[in-house]
T-cell receptor, first 116, second 117 residues
Framework: AQSVTQLGSHVSVSEGALVLLRCNYSSSVPPYLFWYVQYPNQGLQLLLK??????LVKGINGFEAEFKKSETSFHLTKPSAHMSDAAEYFC??????????????FGQGTELSVKP | GAVVSQHPSWVICKSGTSVKIECRSLDFQATTMFWYRQFPKQSLMLMAT?????????EQGVEKDKFLINHASLTLSTLTVTSAHPEDSSFYIC?????????????FGDGTRLSIL
């Protein structure tokens, strides 16, 4: 079975500071991993995805994530936080189980707050 | 690209009525669509997976007769909440995937806030 754990339900940073949101996965096969962002009362927007190509993945809005197989991690980072980055962030792994339709398994989410 | 439109964005209705929510992929053909439910301050809970032209696959614990899903075309899926009651009030979100491969991302609609009085 595959699973995702996001460490820290809430992260607070100052504007201009480094953003680090943690995600660890469990998978018996090479995973496909995604980061999504959700603003209040909206759906999810894809930030970036890892699909077994380059281990350092660059996404939109200056975010990037590094796939580390040895640590089973896929942490999301951004060098300098902006007020507009305040949102809920979800890490997800795509189920590779036969007949599961490639459904996403989400972490519990991390709420990012950015202080001025 | 990869835009998913969900309608309505907000609906309030009386207990006992049925509510239909539409999910459309605007610029791609969605082989697979997914329906989620989200409670406040929680993650997304997958309700069902639908493939165009076939019956939806429901997750354990989701009532098939309560939440009717139709995926009649490659650009449209609908979720009908039948005989809605206050406990069905929630935020419902759909997503669509262009192909059948697990490495392809899901693209999400903006959600529907359902309030049952």
């Amino acid at each position: 079975a595959q699973s995702v754990t996001q460490l820290g339900s809430h992260v607070s940073v100052s504007e201009g500071a480094l953003v680090l949101l943690r995600c660890n996965y469990s998978s018996s096969v090479p995973p496909y991993l995604f980061w999504y962002v959700q603003y209040p009362n909206q759906g999810l927007q894809l930030l970036l995805k890892y699909t077994s190509a380059a281990t350092l993945v660059k996404g939109i809005n200056g975010f990037e994530a590094e796939f580390k197989k040895s640590e089973t991690s896929f942490h999301l980072t951004k060098p300098s936080a902006h007020m507009s980055d305040a949102a809920e962030y979800f890490c997800a792994v795509s189920a590779l189980i036969y007949n599961q339709g490639g459904k996403l398994i989400f972490g519990q989410g991390t709420e990012l707050s950015v202080k001025p | 690209g990869a835009v998913v439109s969900q309608h309505p964005s907000w609906v309030i209705c009386k207990s006992g009525t049925s509510v239909k929510i539409e999910c459309r992929s605007l610029d791609f053909q969605a082989t697979t669509m997914f329906w989620y439910r989200q409670f406040p301050k929680q993650s997304l809970m997958l309700m069902a997976t639908s493939n165009e032209g076939s019956k939806a696959t429901y997750e354990q614990g989701v009532e098939k007769d309560k939440f009717l899903i139709n995926h009649a075309s490659l650009t449209l899926s609908t979720l009908t909440v039948t005989s809605a009651h206050p406990e069905d009030s929630s935020f419902y979100i759909c997503s669509a995937r262009e192909g059948g491969q697990s490495n392809q991302p899901q693209h999400f609609g903006d959600g529907t806030r359902l309030s049952i009085l």
